[in-house]
T-cell receptor
Framework: NAGVTQTPKFQVLKTGQSMTLQCAQD?????MSWYRQDPGMGLRLIHY???????DQGEVPNGYNVSRSTTEDFPLRLLSAAPSQTSVYFCASYPGQGNGYTFGSGTRLTVV | AQKITQTQPGMFVQEKEAVTLDCTYDTSDQSYGLFWYKQPSSGEMIFLIY??????QNATEGRYSLNFQKARKSANLVISASQLGDSAMYFC?????????????FGTGTLLAVQP
């Protein structure tokens, strides 16, 4: 089982550039989410999805877009990167019951 | 407000000793779940242990146990017989069961260093 796969693992962007962080899961989980991790602040929820075609904002959504066209994929888009978006990004999936959250290995993004 | 508080930014423990990592939470939901995750220097998030708010017994998973005190809203992680490989960042998290977000709320973490 691959679980949750995030790509890329590392990325450097210039201010104003756009990019998409990819997240794919093969467990048929309905719920997927994106978190960012910053020093001293734990993980904070950016966007989440409760199923294909349904997304909503989390705690820190500004500067990020998401879509969920399939159960498997939940990409995170940065339309115009800013240095404040330098962070480690985690994608997670959840089947909707129990305690089985599965996290991807993370993407370390630096915006210069 | 729903919040997780971890008041210990860093902890030291001698190898083979037990250590307790503190976690308190705040929620108005009657039903919720509490989680502990380990994040080693490699960066991945590793699930350690789960406690449901209606579970009457404290959760245990091998060397990990969760000291759940509902009235005090605390969910401390106890690691027995520490090993060098336990050196990592540890996060406490809560999932309120009210609403449909299924989101996890994380604390700021405790960095544990196990000394030989």
């Amino acid at each position: 089982n691959a679980g949750v796969t995030q790509t890329p693992k590392f990325q450097v962007l210039k201010t104003g550039q756009s990019m998409t962080l990819q997240c794919a899961q093969d467990m048929n989980h309905e719920y997927m989410s994106w978190y960012r991790q910053d020093p001293g602040m734990g993980l904070r929820l950016i966007h989440y999805s409760v199923g294909a075609g349904i997304t909503d904002q989390g705690e820190v959504p500004n500067g990020y877009n998401v879509s969920r066209s399939t159960t498997e994929d939940f990409p995170l888009r940065l339309l115009s990167a800013a240095p404040s978006q330098t962070s480690v990004y985690f994608c997670a999936s959840y089947p909707g019951q129990g305690n089985g959250y599965t996290f991807g290995s993370g993407t370390r993004l630096t915006v210069v | 407000a729903q919040k997780i508080t971890q008041t210990q930014p860093g902890m030291f423990v001698q190898e083979k000793e037990a250590v307790t990592l503190d976690c308190t939470y705040d929620t108005s939901d009657q039903s919720y779940g509490l989680f502990w995750y380990k994040q080693p220097s490699s960066g991945e998030m590793i699930f350690l242990i789960y406690q449901g708010s209606y579970d009457e017994q404290n959760a245990t998973e091998g060397r990990y146990s969760l000291n759940f005190q509902k009235a005090r809203k605390s969910a401390n992680l106890v690691i027995s017989a520490s090993q060098l490989g336990d050196s990592a960042m540890y996060f406490c998290a809560m999932r309120p069961y009210g609403g449909a977000t299924n989101k996890l709320i994380f604390g700021t973490g405790t960095l544990l260093a196990v000394q030989p």
